[in-house]
């Protein structure tokens, strides 16, 4: 139970209260309360907003690295060569060290 709750289930049996008095101590107990819930949604406010900070940060790392990687890529120069296969004179079979995917499908 909250403080607001215990203070009033504290009043039972109590004769000639003090209205005001009585009042203003509920709303003093429930302003204290209240102000313990805002201040951890603040923190929770706060943390979420330095997660959002950190991922964007990430975001954009990414994107820097996937373009500088997407400029290597294209300074590569391209080669359309195929290396010709050498035969072993003894086996009469392709070199192992000049096999290529292709030369499988062929």
Known sequence: MGIVEDYINGLEGQENLNLPEVVGEILKLHNQEISTGTAKIGQLETQLSDKDAAIAERDSTIRDTK?????????????????????????????????????MFA
């Open 67 to 103: 373009a500088a990687n997407w400029d290597l890529v294209n300074r590569l120069p391209g080669t359309n060569e195929k290396p010709e296969s050498q035969i072993d004179e003894v086996t009469g079979l392709p070199d192992s060290s000049s096999i290529t995917l292709d030369d």
